[in-house]
């Protein structure tokens, strides 16, 4: 398995501003996600965030609205930018691990007002 | 593209009774097969997983069978516990190991 942080865990957070958020692993990894959960729905894919390269983002998501970081195999950030309250969701980063295993963080519970 | 369908919640059982969550997929290929729980207020757990057809996956009980003729991949559990309440998730493995998920059921074990 893999042993995941995310910070914040949660935040309230007023329109036009933006939220950085943190994933932390345990170990090295090659590829981390970042998914975004919207209230009472299933998970979408935001972006693949590679080391050492630009990351490659889902039809629909656009990084200047998601830029996201990845300065090495263990940290990445997903940046929420002039954020709505559209995009109040939970937004969850992942790893693979193991034989294709996907594992994931516990999540950031974001709220815009 | 790649989908996932997910029996609709939700699902509300007597402690011990039987459980079926329904799922299917559409897929190019052979993909992965997944289910992930997520329990009040947590992030997804990784509760089993199937590679090819005909294999079964299994976890606290919980079992699913990759069927490849029917593109089906039910989840059930003999005997269920009020523990087993959450959301249950299925989910296929796309090329570059992105995961396409179902909408999710959600499992409520009344004692």
Redesign the interface.
């Known amino acids: 398995s893999a042993v995941i942080s995310q910070k914040p865990s949660r935040d309230i957070c007023q329109r036009g501003t933006s939220l950085t958020i943190q994933c932390q692993v345990d170990s090295q990894v090659t590829?981390m996600?970042w998914y975004r959960q919207q209230p009472g729905?299933?998970?979408?894919?935001i972006a693949?965030a590679n080391q050492g390269s630009e990351a490659t983002y889902e039809s629909g998501f656009v990084i200047d609205k998601f830029p996201i970081s990845r300065p090495n195999l263990t940290f990445s950030t997903l940046t929420v930018s002039n954020m709505s309250p559209e995009d109040s969701s939970i937004y969850?980063c992942?790893v693979?691990r193991g034989?294709?295993?996907?594992?994931?963080?516990?999540?950031t519970r974001l709220t815009v007002t | 593209g790649d989908s996932v369908t997910q029996m609709e919640g939700p699902v509300t059982l007597s402690e011990e009774a039987f459980l079926t969550i329904n799922c299917t997929y559409t897929a190019t290929g052979y993909p992965?097969l997944?289910w992930?729980v997520q329990y009040p207020g947590?992030?997804?757990?990784?509760l089993l997983?199937a590679?090819k057809a005909d294999d079964k996956g299994s976890n606290k009980g919980f079992e699913a069978t990759y069927r490849k003729e029917t593109t089906s991949f039910h989840l059930e559990k003999g005997s269920v516990q009020v523990s087993d309440s959450a959301v249950y998730?299925c989910a296929l493995?796309r090329s570059?190991?992105?995961?396409?998920?179902?909408?999710?059921t959600q499992l409520t074990v009344l004692p």
């Open positions: 590829m996600f729905q299933s998970l979408t894919l693949t969850l992942s693979v034989a294709g295993e996907q594992y994931f963080g516990p999540g | 992965s997944f992930y947590e992030g997804l757990q990784l997983k590679t998730f493995d570059a190991r992105q995961l396409t998920f179902g909408s999710g």
